[in-house]
């Protein structure tokens, strides 16, 4: 299970340069997938056991980016 979640970070990769790709032209659907590769990286910290620091800044930016959304649509 740990090389699953080892290797999941290429799925982040992936996402991540997807929600770049399509941010400017529909913004909510790059947040929306940013987000997705925050949770996925949050629940990577915690099935490998990663130090609190990288918990921190996932949780930061999974909190940035809800707030991002949540601003869009209100």
Sequence with gaps: MQKFFENLYYVVIAILILA???IGPNYLFGQSLYLVANV???AR????DRPAAD??????????????I?????
Excluded: E, P, R
């Design 45 to 48: 910290c915690y099935a490998l």
């Design 55 to 68: 918990k921190v800044k996932d949780y930061a930016c999974t909190a940035l980016t809800t707030g991002l």
């Design 40 to 42: 996925i990286s949050l």
């Design 20 to 22: 770049q790709c399509v």
């Design 70 to 74: 949540l601003l869009y649509v209100w």
